[in-house]
């Protein structure tokens, strides 16, 4: 059995609940540690961000509709299903070059995130929400809203726990988003699409594109539909290019740059926070 | 007062009504509203003011002035100075001083003390403050009076109890402030705006420079002699006047950590487009094209006065404004007729007759942008009606103003036209209601006119934008959060969330 040929995988991207290649039909190759092409990703280009918008943008209604604890039971189920493919998550980050004890904490702590925020989904609304004694005859609430299709600037270190960390709270308050995948290894994130794809998550609520930043993040940040930007990525050139796109449609951005995602300071609902508005609804009290 | 034919039902019969139901609103032929002005020959205003930087008046460096007239008359009130970039950076210095030497070293206790000082003095000094709002401004005496002035005292006191408390503000999370707040306020609520800006400002440790607006300075400089009276230490507020280029020199300032902006969209855009790729924290509260949405169960009668407040409020100078009214179908006839009888009653004029209802347009330049919607509206074929008001000869007035048989595309409904005028569109269902309420880019607040809860929660929840008032319109306090969704801005101004943009989480 040992001159068994091997099953590659061939990696593509994750919009809208499938697994499309690139429109353009470009790839570029993967390589491991010692430079040998293990894959090919695709090399997403502008038609493909604006394909993915679409179905971002039809998810949101639904997916904000959600109760706070079904939200919750499906962050819950994608950490369930990242359990169980624990071992090829492990061997796709040691193909990107990671020693196998730091790509086991990776995976386990991605694990762990997920669980984190999947806690949070019913009860962030109550920290943040108040009721608001105003002085005339009103009841009066304030209540957080997700902003609405978040676009996703992951980092190319730790390319799985980068997704989770901005995934996680981006969705568990009920927004929809678009990632752009760590650049060198997006491997292991093509393959956290798959284990969203069965979890419950309704397609369309998490997409994911591979390529090269400098060829998609310009369209991604302008696209009129997106409402908030997530990055991660800390250069001052990046940074300035999304403030400059975000102000054309007053899109709010968060830059988080980030030393390691390993640190526990990543796990706070001020994430959820950041994308999320404050609805405020008054009604007379009286007869 | 008058009778008005009966309605028929369709096999010809008259409907049974109650016995008032076909009376019509006719107050002039019944009685009629002498004149009822407030007076004003007390107000003391200086011929010319200087800005306000480290405590004192000082002249501007380079000794430009402007001049703010009374938009009711037309005739000049007072020079002002424009503040240039050297002056911005006078003030922002005082700023930095005030916030590292004085402002930042004292206890919560004592910063919030000063604070509730400013309200004080403002609840003092409310009816002057409210005859000069509407003599610079161009609104009613009445709505300065009742709403702005008393609001502008409630926000600060509101915000002095937070002061002490910030430790009970953000769960898990130290909050520190800031440091110097950059801040430019619009003309529609001069006071208020204000005390929206500086109240959480100073409550949360920062110091500020704050710009009023060009063709409302002055009762942000009463409030600047105010802040001498109060004791409060120099350099801690800072008032500079101007127009765009020293806002801008504020936006621009490399020492200031934060801009709050009130004004509209298209400005916010600019801003937030010359703040890119700086480290600088920036709030906006941008422009409104707010939906009020009256089902078929609604109050009518309360309705009908929600959307004349929704409207005509403050000239509809008002991000917030009501100003697309989407009636159900089954209703539309009937609510628009009601509507127009009421908008018959509706005194234009005076800004300080107690009467009046509708003030004077706040500048030349509005004005023309208003009349220039309005032959834009008739132009995209959109059906115009007027209440028979009569307006002054002097002064820059418009009559409350209805535009029926408009689309969604028009740009009569879809821009922002910040006056008395309401488009009117008509639904068969709620679904339909709350597309059309949304399809605009802004998202700031809506209202829901029905008797019936769950549709007000479905509504409400589905209707993006950062205000829903359900069977009311138009109410603010400082306890509640404001702000908008989309292109309306970012952040909220008000309540605890209001706190937020003005404090670094640790």
Not at chain 1, 87 to 109: D, Y
Not at chain 1, 190 to 204: Q, R
Request: with cysteine.
């Amino acid at each position: 059995m040992s001159d068994r040929i091997e099953v590659l995988k061939t990696y593509k991207t994750y919009v809208g609940g499938k697994f499309p290649r690139s429109e353009s039909g470009k790839t570029y190759p993967i390589k491991d540690a010692s430079g040998s092409v293990i894959a090919n990703a695709c090399r997403c280009t502008r038609k493909d961000v604006r394909d993915a918008m679409l179905p971002a943008r039809s998810a949101f209604g639904d997916w904000s509709g959600r109760s706070g604890y079904n939200r919750g039971q499906i962050l819950y189920r994608i950490a369930e299903m990242l359990e169980g493919r624990k071992e090829q998550f492990i061997k796709e980050l040691e193909l990107g070059g990671m020693k196998a004890k730091a790509a086991a904490e990776e995976v386990n702590l991605s694990i762990d995130r997920l669980v984190y925020f999947a806690g949070w989904t019913d009860k962030y609304p109550q920290v943040f929400g108040t009721i608001n004694p105003v002085a005339s005859q009103h009841f009066n609430f304030t209540a957080p809203e997700p902003t609405g299709v978040v676009a996703i600037i992951s980092t190319d270190e730790s390319p799985l726990l980068s997704i989770v960390s901005q995934v996680a709270p981006v969705i568990a308050g009920g927004n929809s988003c678009v990632v752009l995948a760590s650049e060198t290894n997006p491997l292991v994130v093509v393959s956290f699409g798959e284990v969203l794809n069965s979890s419950d998550v309704p397609g369309g609520v998490v997409n994911i594109l591979t390529g090269f930043r400098d060829e998609m993040l310009d369209h991604l940040t302008k696209h009129m539909d997106v409402n908030a930007v997530f990055n991660s990525i800390d250069n001052q050139e990046t940074r300035k290019l999304i403030d400059l796109n975000a102000s054309i449609s007053v899109k709010r951005v968060h830059h988080y740059p980030v030393d390691s995602w390993f640190d526990e300071k990543h796990e706070n609902p001020y994430l959820i926070l950041e994308f999320q508005e404050s609805k405020t609804t008054w009604h007379p009290a009286g007869v | 007062m008058t009778q008005s034919t009966k309605e028929k039902s369709q096999n010809g019969e008259v409907k049974p009504t109650s016995p008032n139901s076909d009376l019509k609103l006719d107050f002039n032929s019944f009685w009629s509203y002498s004149d009822a002005p407030e007076s004003s020959g007390h107000i003391k205003l200086k011929e010319k003011y200087d800005l306000f930087i480290n405590g004192e008046f000082v002249a501007g460096k380079k000794g430009r002035m402007m001049n703010t007239i009374n938009p009711s008359t037309e005739k000049p009130l007072a020079e002002f100075t424009e503040a240039t970039s050297e002056d911005v950076d006078a003030a922002v210095k005082s700023a930095r001083k005030a916030y590292e030497k004085t402002w930042s070293k004292l206890s919560g206790k004592e910063r919030g003390k000063y604070i509730y000082r400013l309200a004080r003095m403002i609840q003092e000094h409310a009816k002057d403050l409210a005859i000069i709002e509407s003599m610079d401004g161009g609104k009613p005496i009445r709505e300065s009076r009742d709403v702005d002035v008393p609001l502008a005292a409630a926000y600060f006191f509101y915000y002095a109890g937070w002061a002490d408390k910030l430790d009970y503000a953000f769960p898990g999370r130290k909050a520190d402030p800031v440091g110097v707040c950059g801040q430019i306020i619009p003309w529609n609520f001069p006071l208020l705006m204000l005390s929206w800006k500086i109240a959480p400002a100073l409550a949360a440790g920062n110091t500020v420079v704050l710009k009023p607006a060009e063709t409302t300075p002055l009762t942000a400089l009463k409030f600047a002699e105010i802040c001498q009276d109060a004791g409060l230490p120099d350099g801690v507020v800072n008032i500079v006047t101007g127009a765009g280029p020293t806002g801008a020199a504020i936006v621009d300032h490399p020492d200031v950590d934060k801009i709050a902006f009130t004004g509209s969209t298209e400005v916010g855009k600019i801003i937030q487009k010359s703040l890119a790729g700086t480290e600088k924290k920036f709030t906006l509260e941008l422009g409104g094209k707010g939906p009020n949405i009256v089902f078929e169960d609604a109050p009518i009668d309360q309705a009908v006065e929600g959307i004349i407040n929704s409207i005509f409020f403050n000239q509809g100078h008002v991000c917030c404004a009501g100003s697309r009214l989407l009636v159900q179908e089954g209703i539309s006839d009937k609510l628009l007729k009601k509507l127009k009888e009421r908008m018959e009653t509706l005194i234009v004029g005076d800004p300080l007759d107690k009467n009046t209802d509708i003030g004077a347009i706040n500048s030349k330049m509005q004005y023309d942008k208003i009349n220039e919607y309005l032959e834009i509206g008739v132009n995209e074929g959109a059906t115009i009606h007027q209440s028979s008001v009569d307006i002054p000869e002097n002064g820059y007035f418009c009559k409350p103003t209805l535009f029926t048989d408009v689309g969604q595309s028009n740009r009569i409904v879809q821009e922002e036209i910040f006056g008395p005028v309401l488009t009117i569109q008509t639904f068969r269902t709620p679904e339909e209601a709350i597309d059309k309420a949304n399809n605009t880019p802004f998202g700031l607040a809506g209202g829901i006119w029905t008797d019936k809860g769950s549709k007000i929660f479905k509504v409400s929840q589905k209707i993006r934008s950062g205000v829903v008032w359900a069977n009311t319109f138009n109410k603010f306090d400082p306890t509640s959060p404001f702000g908008g969704y989309k292109e309306s801005g970012m952040g909220r101004e008000g309540g605890l969330h209001g706190l937020y943009p003005y404090v670094n989480l640790k």
